[in-house]
Each structure stands twice: as C-alpha cells, then as structure tokens.
C-alpha cells in the first residue's frame, strides 16, 4: 500500500520560493507510474501543477510553467516542489499524488494528506 | 486552455439519486475521472475510464461521458455522501480539474 507523506515549511514570504518534498513509501518510486503535485487554495477547487516520472521527465500546468520546478530523488524516495516568485494567491493545501499509468484515463489514485502552505510576510 | 465547468453544488434527499455533471469541450472524447473530497480530507478516487470504480468504492457510485458532459451518479444517497465532488480529465499532457461541485444530503 503506497502512501505519500508531504513536508515543508508552512509559512514562505512573498517573492520568495516555496519548497515541498513529498516521500513515497509501501513502494516503488521507480514503478511505472508518474507523481504529481496538486494544490487547492482555500475554499476553491484543486488545480494540477505538475508531474514527474522516475526518468526525470516532466510535464508542467502552462499557466505555473515559468515558476515551477519538480525533481526525483529515487535514492531517498521522494518527489519535491519548488514554486518561485509567490505571491498570496499561492496559498494552498499542496498534495503529491500518484499517477496510475497501468488504469485508462491516468487517474490520481493515491494521495498524500496535504501540506498547507501560507504566503505572507 | 481547456475548462471543465461543474454546478457549484447539489442538493439531495437521503436514499435519492444525486447527478453531478462536468462540461467540456468535446469531453466524450476523452477520459474522465472523479474524485470524492470529504471535509478536511485529501481527495479519494471514485471514477477513472469515464465509467470504473476502483477496489472499494460502492456500486452506487456510477459515471458516465458522452459529447460534452460527464455525470457521476449517486444512487440511494446516504449521508456519509456529504462531499465535494471534482472531474478531472487530461487535455494532451496537461492535467485539468472540474470547478468542484458540493453535495448537500438534506
């Protein structure tokens, strides 16, 4: 049973960089599957910010593009997420999730519990 | 870029038939998923192929996707079904979430 455990600092200044890691643990970061960060401001809807595969390739949401960056690091398990240049609009709950790419369609079928990030000085 | 527009929310009675639906552009032409947000919870898979449920997820739990509407369907709605409901499609390589829709078992 995969399970995905997000961290990171809660609180980031404006014009600052927020940085998230997300572990994967109960299997394989090196499946074939992709994972994806995902983030949902508060009382809104959830919004795709990105995926990642073990090969390092990424796809990104066009409209987050210039400001986002996700990494692997199979040898500690983990997927990370970094977003420049924030701003208060940027405060969410941000989640990893797994991508199954064995399911038609590529569902989010595993997601971690979430990490609430706030932008404010 | 590519929109998917749900109702804001839906109001049912216990043990009525809740529809839920998501619109897009040429959506039938694509696969949907669906997922169940309870309140203060991370989403849970509960539709993917338009129609499928994973392991686990009642049978009550039913969708469907044709021209430019995708419906998830909730038979014999129970309270524990208090929820937010979002769509979720893939438009090329880019992810894309419905609005979210919140369902009220009145």
């Known amino acids: 049973q995969v399970q995905l455990q997000e961290s990171g600092p809660g609180l980031v200044k404006p014009s600052g960089t927020l940085s998230l890691t997300c572990v994967v643990s109960?299997?394989?970061?090196?499946?074939?599957?992709?994972w994806t960060w995902v983030r949902q401001p508060p009382g809104k809807g959830l919004e795709w910010i990105g995926e990642?595969?073990?090969?390092?390739?990424?796809n990104y949401n066009p409209s987050l593009k210039s400001r986002v960056t996700i990494s692997i690091d199979k040898s500690k398990s983990q997927v990370s997420l970094k977003l420049s240049s924030v701003t208060a609009a940027d405060t969410a709950v941000y989640y990893c999730?797994?991508?199954?790419?064995?399911?038609?369609?590529?569902?989010?079928?595993?997601w971690g519990q979430g990490a609430l990030v706030t932008v404010s000085s | 870029s590519y929109d998917l527009t749900q109702p804001p929310s839906v109001s049912v009675s216990p043990g009525q038939t809740a529809s839920i639906t998501c619109s897009g552009d040429?959506?039938?032409?694509?696969?949907a998923c669906w997922y169940q947000q309870r309140p203060g919870q991370s989403p849970m898979l509960l539709i993917y192929?338009?129609?499928k449920r994973p392991s686990g997820i009642p049978e009550r739990f039913s969708g469907s996707n044709s021209g430019n509407t995708a419906t998830l369907t909730i038979s014999g709605t129970q309270a524990m079904d208090e929820a937010d409901y979002h769509c979720?499609?893939?438009?090329?390589?880019?992810?894309?979430f419905g609005t979210g829709t919140t369902v009220t078992v009145l």
């Open positions: 192929q338009d129609t």
């Open positions: 990642i595969y073990h090969t390092g390739s990424t």
């Open positions: 979720q499609a893939w438009d090329g390589s880019t992810g894309v």
């Open positions: 040429k959506l039938g032409g694509k696969y």
């Open positions: 109960g299997g394989s970061i090196s499946s074939s599957n992709w």
């Open positions: 999730a797994r991508i199954n790419d064995i399911l038609t369609g590529r569902p989010f079928d595993c």
